[in-house]
Nanobody, 128 residues
């Protein structure tokens, strides 16, 4: 079965850290751009970070720059999102998506339901 599965979410205090994982089954993530997206209650889904398929370059939206780090482990067919210094406003369901267009200069982390693969999401709650 071709699918993406996110994991690693949970409840964390402000200032804490979490590492999210996005693991593919049935296909090789190495050949896709990967994006992380999030959707907070009552808000639209937004892009957070991505890593390109072409040269491994990364991109972060301003709100997470300096706090989040995206990386690949091709041997594990997994992309990670290390989240440090978490804030209340980081609370959301986090999704990963795979598509050759993700992280292209013209696309970055634009939300597009037509991406090849979307995961089911993992909840991140930042609360004291």
């Amino acid at each position: 079965q071709l699918q993406l599965v996110e994991s690693g979410g949970g409840l964390v205090q402000p200032g804490g850290s979490l590492r999210l994982s996005c693991t593919a089954s049935g296909f090789n993530l190495e050949y896709y751009g990967i994006g992380w997206f999030r959707q907070a209650p009552g808000k639209e889904r937004e892009g957070v970070s991505c890593i390109s398929v072409s040269d491994g370059s990364t991109y972060y939206v301003d709100s997470v720059k300096g706090r989040f780090t995206i990386s690949r482990d091709n041997a594990k067919n997994t992309v990670y999102l290390q989240m440090n210094s978490l804030k209340h406003e980081d609370t959301a369901v986090y999704y990963c998506a795979a598509d050759s267009l993700i992280c292209d200069t013209a696309v970055r982390v634009a939300v597009d339901d037509t991406y090849d693969y979307w995961g089911q999401g993992t909840q991140v709650t930042v609360s004291s």
